[in-house]
């Protein structure tokens, strides 16, 4: 009996496998099941991903039950507090903290990558105005893929970098972008002078006829929001990337697939929900007609910003996104927001609702973040888009762990088939 093994056998047959155990360094050990289909036959069958590890990684460890989520070793709350976005890009990017030139050197780079080709400008004249900005981030990232051929040689290490970097430097610049175009205003060039941050919010805000100052707590609540959202394991946006990747497609196609499966309102696309759902209560008396809904099966509302698939315990992001929410109203005309009231009210409800308790359901970084962007004059149609420019830095830093990968192979699953057996063709007139 091997310790370090786990025995299948199929009970029909009395056939048996030794499942080779891997041990990481944190977190649950693995089964390796390469060799099970050769050995008995059988597939596994996992949709949704939820026992199965898809890769080996050293980027970000989440406990869900412990509710602990480091960036390579670093507690999100001490990250949070300390340092900025682009120290925690240089960590994620490549493992350690930079020192003073390293930092130095790799803003520097970024700054000088933070401009789009004046011909990419041209592409969001294709979108109607009421085009949702993540549609047109999806088109016009994608359409990076038709630039750069110095930098797409992915079998390249220096290539991949300034891929990378370029990713992560023009994001900010494309999404204001989108959202200047969406209010009909000339687009804003970044400005070199200015943090990750405030270039953000002065490419987004300012406007050519008014002097425009960037005010250092919207600044610094954004910039934790970055980092709070810069990377998560496995979820299903970097999974995106990574399957994308595997295949040894042009890098920026595959961050654009990695914004089309962010979008979606189970995973990036909640923060935009759950405004949208606080909006539809209103009001904390109608709050318990909407628990109820979320908890009937037969309807298919959920709280939107509740629920994680690894939380199984508090999202610490929350915790911290929920403390911001608080230090930015403050300084606000919206003090007494009433949403962020309304939000405070039903987490209180519902953390002490039995079925939220029994299913495990918290509040996730989405709950609250929509807030704090709305606060700082944010459209709500934008906060997936904020969410995307953060969560860059983790999904081109596991694209780079992945092509480094030396046993790396295409990302292929098998199924569960349960179609129709072989038939023959009938021509039309001979069909019953
Ligand atoms: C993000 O993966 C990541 O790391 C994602 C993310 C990241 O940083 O990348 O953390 C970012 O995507 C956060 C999640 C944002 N999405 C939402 O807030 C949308 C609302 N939440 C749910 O849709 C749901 O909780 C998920 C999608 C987040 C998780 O879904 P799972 O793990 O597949 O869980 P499930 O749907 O199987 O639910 C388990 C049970 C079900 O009840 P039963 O059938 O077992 O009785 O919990 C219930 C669900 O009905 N449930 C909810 C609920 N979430 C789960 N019921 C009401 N409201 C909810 N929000």
Redesign the pocket.
Known sequence: MNNDTITATDNATGNQIDLPIRRGSLGPAVADIGHLYQALGYFTYDP?FVSTASCRSGITFIDGEQGVLLYRGYPIEQLAEKSNFLEVAYLLLYGELPDRQQFDAFTTTLRHHSMINKSLERFYDGFYHDAHPMAVMTGVVGSLSAFYHDSTDIHNPQHRELAAQRMIAKMPTIAAASYKHSIGESFVPPQNSLSYSGNFLNMMFSVPSEPYTVDPLAEKALDMLFIL?AD?EQ???TSTVRLAGSSGANPFACIASGIAALWG????G?NEAVLRMLEEIGDAGNIPKYLAK?KD?NDPF?????????YKNHDPRARIVRRMCHEVLATRAQQNDPLFELALRLEEIALSDDYFID?K?YP???FYSGIIYKALGIPSQMFTVMFAIARTVGWVAQWMEMIAEPQQRIGRPRQLYDGPSRRDYHEMDERG
Do not use: E, I
């Open positions: 949704g959202h998560h979820n299903a946006s309102p189970a995973h990036g909640a979320a099966k959920r709280l939107m910003g509740f629920g994680h698939r690894v299913h359901l996730n970084v989405d």
